[in-house]
């Protein structure tokens, strides 16, 4: 089955997508499972959808240090916590902590906090990120023996479907399992001078803070 698990709508500040649209883009893709992982909200996940689509619930946590996939939880989740107190709440929630983008220069973790707090799994493809530190996230993956996540990071609609995860029945244990395969590729040229573009005019707008 195909899922993508960090995708975000316009209940992110930066998602330009409802959930309506991104579900019937991700039908015509051939996707069983989505994720909506939106920027600290739990918006999207108050209603019900109709779809033949399984939507997990998630959301993109901005802790003190970086950002933390949370997927499958039952609620909100504070932003600005520390790392572990993020975590444990996830767990709390009923959900699994997944260090995003760990390499990422504006928002990831890095590779320190990465490895000194207790996650589920590292993500070691996402579709905004550059190769070289999606290369890195799994090289870091191997080093701590973690499970391991990804997904396309969608905001808009040309990057919907450039990630996604093979898995065989249930996207949480499976990942846990280890027995999920990955595919897609990493952000090119033109979606790099899009996304810096974007997320520059983003962060004046938003006062030079970041999400």
């Keep these: 089955m195909k899922a993508d698990?960090?995708?975000?709508?316009i209940y992110s500040n930066d998602g330009k997508l409802t959930v309506e649209?991104?579900?019937?883009?991700?039908?015509?893709k051939g996707y069983d499972l989505i994720a909506i992982t939106d920027h600290n909200s739990f918006k999207a996940h108050r209603r019900t959808y109709d779809t033949k689509l399984k939507i997990i619930?998630?959301?993109e946590v901005s802790s003190c240090c970086g950002h933390i996939l949370a997927l499958n939880v039952s609620g909100e989740i504070k932003k600005g916590l520390s790392i572990d107190e993020t975590i444990e709440m996830i767990h709390?929630?009923?959900?699994?902590?997944?260090?995003?983008?760990?390499?990422?220069?504006?928002?990831?973790?890095?590779?320190?906090?990465?490895?000194?707090?207790?996650?589920?799994?590292i993500?070691?493809?996402n579709g905004r990120s550059f190769e070289k530190d999606n290369?890195?996230?799994k090289i870091l993956a191997e080093e701590l023996n973690k499970p391991v996540s990804a997904g396309s990071d969608a905001h808009l609609e040309h990057?919907?479907?450039r990630v996604w995860i093979d898995f065989e029945s249930d996207i949480v244990d499976?990942?846990?399992k280890r027995k999920v395969r990955i595919y897609g590729s990493s952000r090119d040229a033109s979606s790099t001078l899009k996304y810096v573009y974007r997320s520059v005019s983003l962060w004046i707008k938003r006062g030079f803070k970041r999400i």
């Design 159 to 161: 990057e919907f479907g």
């Design 5 to 9: 698990i960090h995708i975000h709508s």
């Design 57 to 59: 619930k998630g959301i």
């Design 123 to 125: 993500e070691i493809l």
């Design 135 to 137: 290369i890195k996230s």
């Design 92 to 121: 709390d929630l009923g959900g699994i902590a997944i260090a995003a983008h760990p390499y990422r220069f504006w928002s990831g973790l890095g590779p320190e906090n990465t490895r000194k707090h207790s996650f589920d799994a």
């Design 174 to 176: 499976d990942i846990i």
């Design 21 to 28: 649209e991104i579900i019937k883009i991700m039908e015509k």
